[in-house]
């Protein structure tokens, strides 16, 4: 038992960060298992199982955690409408929770007493792990060496690799830190420091410039039944694959390009930019859809619990009692988000330019100004005079 003790399972990306933190837990005496957890980075495996080896690790595992993130995590974020400060998409904060749980699972089946993880002292991702996993499993012993060891930054951690012969990816050496899946990628450091500075065109991995951009515009429709997203241009398709072609379509036309200084959780403002091209053209449809087929208090008041779920997921307490309930919320309000919507993509921007259900609210007899009006003007009066009551009374004192 004692053994089982020094097993650690570390979160494993293939990044400079994670391939230190296995040589540097090995150096202090730890078994490490690499853990890689694919969420849709649609990276290849094989180096990064090869690195991690090369840096010490007793054993890589990989879990392909692609369907409980869709269907657990992006889906209801769309279903929420979860956007953070008005244009974080949530990728990276969506994933933490479920690399926790797996961790945490993986844990268990390996009998390890300690699990650990890259994150820095400064940044939310640090939060969201170790909450969830306190929650989950508060027996387990948690291992940060980025906040613990004397290496200051990127340039120190690559002197580090150089020295004891770690075989870190080319890209280690790029300017930026980025974390990708799925749902998007999050950008930043480096250039992107100066707020003032535009981002480098380098800074972005997936979306086409939108000035560069076609200059022919194409549309798109998406269905969906109860909020969640099936067909593509009346093509059915799982959301997995829907949202990698509309990844690839949105990153065509410049889509889902976000530049933000961001409210992190730990106090700091930070500069970032965000690409969810496939997210962005859900969310936009999904908006649209609600509109369509929610009247305007239901609308209004799951504006303010869109806001509350995105932060939620933020804040990293996914795994708390208010994420149910938020969700008990937003599965009601789902019941009648069926139907299509248009979209017309062009240069950086997406409109919905087309939207029907079978659930709407809209009504041609009352909004047309044609001779088919079934609106009777008459009603107007009384209603003015009543809305506008409670403001006359002063005066008329
Ligand atoms: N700021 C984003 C968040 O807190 C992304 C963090 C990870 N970004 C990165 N480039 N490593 O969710």
């Known amino acids: 038992m004692r053994k089982d003790k020094e097993k650690v399972i570390l979160a494993y990306s293939g990044g400079l960060d994670t391939s230190v933190c296995i040589h540097w837990l090995r150096k202090r005496g730890f078994r490490v298992f690499a853990f890689c957890a694919d969420v849709g980075q649609g990276e290849d495996f094989r180096p990064i199982r090869k690195r991690a080896l090369a840096c010490g690790a007793e054993r890589v595992i990989l879990r392909d955690l692609r369907t409980p993130f869709i269907q657990e995590y992006i889906l209801p974020a769309l279903k929420a409408g979860a956007v953070y400060e008005g244009k974080y998409l949530l990728g990276t904060a969506l994933s933490r929770p479920l690399i926790a749980e797996a961790l945490a699972e993986c844990a268990r089946r390996e009998g390890a007493g300690a699990v650990a993880h890259g994150c820095t002292g400064k940044g939310n991702d640090q939060v969201r792990l170790e909450v969830s996993l306190k929650i989950l499993a508060p ?61 480098p065109s380098a800074a972005y991995r997936w979306t086409k410039d939108p000035a560069r951009a076609p200059s022919k515009a194409e549309r798109v429709t998406v ?42 959780l730990v106090g700091i403002k930070s500069h970032e930019v965000y690409e969810a091209p496939a997210a962005t053209l859900l969310h936009a449809a999904h908006r649209e859809l609600e509109q369509l087929t929610l009247d305007r208090e239901l609308l209004a008041f799951k504006e303010l619990i869109s806001q509350r779920y995105a932060r939620m997921i933020y804040d990293g307490l996914w795994f708390t009692p208010l994420k149910s309930a938020l969700e008990a919320f937003v599965e009601e309000t789902q019941r009648f988000v069926t139907g299509r919507v248009r979209l017309r993509l062009y240069k950086g921007n997406a409109a919905a330019v087309g939207r029907a259900s079978r659930h709407s609210l809209y009504s041609k007899s009352l909004a047309t100004y044609a001779s088919s009006d079934r609106f009777d003007p008459r009603w107007a009066e009384g209603f003015i005079t009543l809305w506008g009551l409670p403001y006359l009374r002063r005066r008329a004192r």
């Not at 990816?169 to 500075?197: C, M, T, Y």
């Not at 969640?228 to 990153?251: C, D, E, F, M, T």
């Open 223 to 264: 269905e969906f039944v109860k909020g969640v997203p099936v067909a593509l241009n009346g093509k059915r398709l799982s959301a997995g694959s829907l949202i990698q072609r509309l990844n690839l379509l949105g990153a065509r036309h410049g889509i889902g390009r976000a530049d933000l200084i961001e409210d992190r």
């Open 139 to 199: 027996h387990l012993k948690v291992l940060a060496p980025v906040r613990e060891w004397e290496l200051k930054s990127r340039g120190e951690e690559i002197r580090y690799a150089q020295r004891h012969k770690l075989p870190i990816a080319r890209k280690s050496e790029s300017r930026f830190s980025i974390d990708q899946n799925l749902w998007g990628v999050s950008i930043e450091s480096g250039p992107l420091e100066d707020p003032w500075k535009e981002p």
